[in-house]
């Protein structure tokens, strides 16, 4: 449906779209990036709604999907695309998109699923993540090249045990995922790891981030990010 996903233009490189008529809970960023050589798309939204057709690139430049996990707020729409990277860890599960790695079944009962119905008669218990194989693999030090700028593979687990994280390393900019994101941080999904997580904050003390842009919420910089883990940890008793 038309107007399905909102958008904003962060600055003249840089998109976010999101799902305003999901719930919160799953209500994820979608981050498009323009690069010289091809642009990159970090994740992909639910899938309710078509997510390709919103995304303009110029004829025969390549789009790079990285799924920086594999929960359905960040993979719905995934197989949409021809080019698909995701981490190494869980890349059996994207062909399966087994329920229990993607947490849909949660889905399917939740209260106030959507706001908006995608379609008449639409139902959450309907909710189905197609099937979308990796054709590239990621893991910890690899690099998604666009040409101009290159990102680095972070591996921080936690939150999930296939986080991944992309950072630039010549400017800063970081796309994080669910590993770090300045809104209600969740660690007690069945495959959620307190202690991998406090590990992956004390790490990003350490990272020399310019500007963060997280899987949900608002972006934030390096002090803010820091902030944010530093209160993670003080919270888990990790410092
Ligand atoms: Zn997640």
Redesign the pocket.
């Known amino acids: 449906m038309p107007d399905w996903f909102s958008r904003s233009i962060v600055d003249d490189k840089t998109t976010m779209l999101t799902e305003p008529f999901v719930h919160a809970y799953v209500r994820a960023n979608i981050w498009h990036l323009r690069g010289r050589d091809a642009d990159l798309l970090v994740d992909t939204g639910m899938g309710i709604c078509p997510l390709a057709p919103e995304i303009e690139t110029p004829q025969g430049k390549p789009l790079l999907v990285v799924a920086t996990?594999i929960?359905l707020?960040?993979v719905g729409s995934l197989h949409e695309f021809p080019w698909r990277a995701g981490p190494r860890m869980s890349a059996e599960q994207f062909v399966s998109m087994d329920e229990a790695a993607t947490y849909a079944y949660m889905f399917h009962d939740l209260e106030g699923a959507v706001s908006k119905l995608p379609a008449p008669g639409w139902k959450a218990a309907d909710y189905k993540i197609p099937s979308a194989p990796l054709t590239r693999t990621l893991d910890e030090g690899d690099i998604v090249d666009l040409g101009d700028r290159q990102f680095r593979v972070l591996h921080l687990p936690g939150?999930?045990p296939d986080?991944i994280a992309l950072f630039d390393e010549a400017d800063g900019l970081f796309f994080s995922?669910?590993a770090i994101y300045d809104d209600t941080l969740?660690d007690d999904?069945p495959d959620s790891d307190r202690a991998s997580y406090i590990s992956s904050m004390r790490r990003l003390l350490d990272l020399p981030v310019r500007i963060g842009h997280g899987?949900h919420g608002p972006s934030f910089d390096g002090k803010r990010m820091r902030e944010i883990a530093a209160a993670y940890l003080g919270r888990t008793g990790g410092i």
């Open positions: 996990h929960h707020d960040h939150h999930s986080s995922g669910d969740i999904l899987g």
